[in-house]
């Protein structure tokens, strides 16, 4: 907070994901870290606006700087493929955030997000940056991938974030940009055995080969229940 009043930010909204396996475990410690946030910002100066959002479950399909440009520029390109739930919580904070500068009325902020998204003016600001910034670039592609399937079929019931960042970490990322994990299934979707859970991406055998032993230790990362027809 003290770096946002530092730049001269008047209003600061801050994503807050709750879950069992995210720093904040609960509504209860999201609701005392929120106002903790509101009381230090007011003593700054700053209108501080907190989210409780759904930390049980990964957002997008990447995880690792280059993965998550790539899930990024889908959603700004208004891919048909891109990722809802990325989508989805994008417009949420940007509605928040239109709010708070007064560009919107109150609960008409995600719908003009929406509106500024697939109209492109978004995708063109977006380039106007980077191209501010010494022009647009490519995310990096991995050189080495390793695909982990389900050995078990039936309904995915949850999915361990902590281990799968923590695989992602081992893989190389955020350090070499390409690495990281991108999912292929998720929460609620029925897989068959053998079917693609998530692929890890390393830019070297010994980065790929450290992340699948640890894997490998661990328990399955995917819980599939079986599903009873």
Known sequence: LSKKAAVGSHGVLIDLPVGAQTKVRSADAAAALSRSLTSVGAALGLRVQTV???GSRPVGRGIGPALEAMDVMAVLERAPD???DLRDRALLL???VLEMAGRSAPGAGPALAAQVLDDGRALAKFIAICEAQGGMRVPARSDRTHVVVAHAGGRVASIDTRLLSRVAKLAGAPRDPAAGASLHARIGDRVEVGQPLFTLHAQSRGAL???LGFLRTQLP????EAVRE
């Open 221 to 224: 990362m995917f819980h599939v």
């Open 52 to 54: 409780p959002t759904d």
């Open 209 to 211: 080969d450290y992340a």
């Open 94 to 96: 940007a509605g928040l």
């Open 82 to 84: 891109a990722p809802r």
